[in-house]
Nanobody, 124 residues
């Protein structure tokens, strides 16, 4: 049974930082592209970042590029999202997802498995 469990969310002031983690089990982690998505109340789920299976390639949404960094530790079956210079617009439920494909995708339908999400709230 595949499980993705996010952690690290919370309440932070604008300009602050958070580091999200996503621990995976029940799959061969190094065979999966890992992505981060977010969904704010009343809005569609949107792509945030993704990282290749080996970790040598990443992709970011324009809204977070330069502020967020994703990384992974295949020995620990964990992917991370370091979020700096947070803005109130970053407030959302953040999900990690796993894709068995070979090309980093920005579309949620490409991803096979999803976590339950962790809430990030940025106050102004």
């Amino acid at each position: 049974q595949v499980q993705l469990v996010e952690s690290g969310g919370g309440l932070v002031q604008a300009g602050g930082s958070l580091r999200l983690s996503c621990a995976a089990s029940g799959l061969t982690f190094s065979r999966y592209i890992m992505g981060w998505f977010r969904q704010a109340p009343g809005k569609k789920r949107e792509f945030v970042a993704a990282i290749s299976r080996s970790g040598d390639s990443t992709n970011y949404a324009n809204s977070v590029r330069g502020r967020f960094t994703t990384s992974r530790d295949n020995a620990k079956n964990t992917v991370y999202l370091q979020m700096n210079s947070l803005k109130p617009d970053d407030t959302a439920l953040y999900y990690c997802a796993a894709d068995e494909g070979s090309v980093i995708g920005v579309t949620s339908t490409w991803y096979d498995y999803w976590g339950q999400g962790t809430q990030v709230t940025v106050s102004s």
